[in-house]
């Protein structure tokens, strides 16, 4: 066995999406801003808050591969991906993966709604998956360019024989040493990895989220926070508001820089201090434009800025 781990990366936000819904919407907390846990927490339905109810039971940390049903070992997964594979996963499959996951006995208790109605449950998550990913996926392409740093560092470290001191760099609450990985949680131990290799997946999640799969045979794979994530939960530089305000007028460029979350049509006319019938037509013409979304969910109206929009701030950033 070499005494040198072999190292890649990964770039794959269903890992992201995955620790958003643990620290949002089952309650780990892990270092999320609660203005994110309260957005995510609002965008999802009652059937996916019902279906990631057992990530949320005390004192469990184990959750069956279903969790995750494509793993980042060999390429890149996207949340598209991993939602359609959830769509098409048989009942069964899942029934004989939390038996896999806790063994031939009675399951967990918090797991048995899911192995009671399997169908319910795989659709539920799937769209807890969906909905909070709506809300993240513009963080995650402003996010983009300390993912690529982060490729770059671990490439560096990788050629220049320094992958142990990064596996230490990481998070504190994982080491490496002597081909094991020792690791802090819930459920804390030491893990020997063989010659597996070490996928690293960043992620963006509060400083304190860590999710690590150890039952790949051949790869060992590690989430982990992107370094300088914390930037990104701040309100980013803001647009030069008189030459945006020149192009789109004062109110819609206020509407589109206060939009940096996804966001009720009532919170938003409040924090705008806007009459509703004026909030509507400037929402009107910026719909009107291709800058703005607006999804009714329930009694309430959600607007969020497109990719569009997203182009269009970045242009007038200082």
Not at 45 to 67: K, W
Not at 69 to 79: A, E, H, K, Q, W
Not at 92 to 97: N, S, T, Y
Not at 297 to 315: D, K, N, S, Y
Request: with cysteine; proline share 9%; aromatic share 6%.
């Amino acid at each position: 066995m070499s005494s040198t781990p072999r190292l890649y990366i990964s770039l794959s936000p269903n890992v992201t999406a995955l620790a958003m819904i643990a620290d949002a919407l089952a309650g780990r907390r892990r270092g999320l801003p609660e203005l994110w846990r309260s957005a995510l927490g609002s965008r999802v339905g009652r059937r996916g808050h019902e279906a990631v109810r057992p990530l949320a039971a005390p004192g469990h940390s184990v959750a069956p591969d279903s969790v995750v049903p494509l793993t980042p070992v060999d390429g890149d997964v996207s949340v598209e991906e991993q939602v359609g594979v959830l769509h098409d996963t048989p009942p069964e499959a899942l029934i004989a993966d939390l038996e896999r996951t806790f063994g031939p006995g009675p399951l967990p208790a918090h797991w048995r709604p899911a192995a009671e109605r399997p169908a319910r449950w795989l659709h539920g998550y799937a769209e807890a998956v969906t909905d909070v990913w709506n809300t993240a996926e513009p963080l995650w392409r402003r996010a983009r360019p300390l993912l690529d740093k982060e490729v770059e560092r671990v490439g560096v470290a990788t050629v220049r024989g320094g992958p142990e001191l990064l596996l230490g760099s990481l998070t504190g609450r994982i080491a490496y040493g002597e081909g094991r990985l020792l690791i802090s949680d819930l459920e804390p131990g030491s893990f020997e990895l063989g010659d597996r290799k070490i996928v690293l997946v960043p992620m963006l999640a509060g400083k304190d989220a860590l999710i690590v799969s150890l039952d790949h045979p051949e790869a060992v794979w590690i989430a982990y926070p992107v370094p300088g994530a914390d930037s990104l939960w701040r309100r980013p530089a803001a647009p030069a508001m008189d030459e945006l305000s020149a192009l789109v007028g004062p109110v819609r460029a206020g509407l589109l820089s206060a939009l940096e979350q996804p966001m009720t049509m009532s919170r938003l006319a409040t924090d705008m201090n806007l009459a509703p019938s004026g909030l509507t037509y400037h929402c009107d013409r910026l719909r009107a434009g291709r800058l703005i979304t607006r999804e009714r969910r329930g009694r309430e109206v959600w607007i969020a800025r497109t990719h569009r929009a997203e182009e269009l701030l970045e242009l007038f950033r200082r």
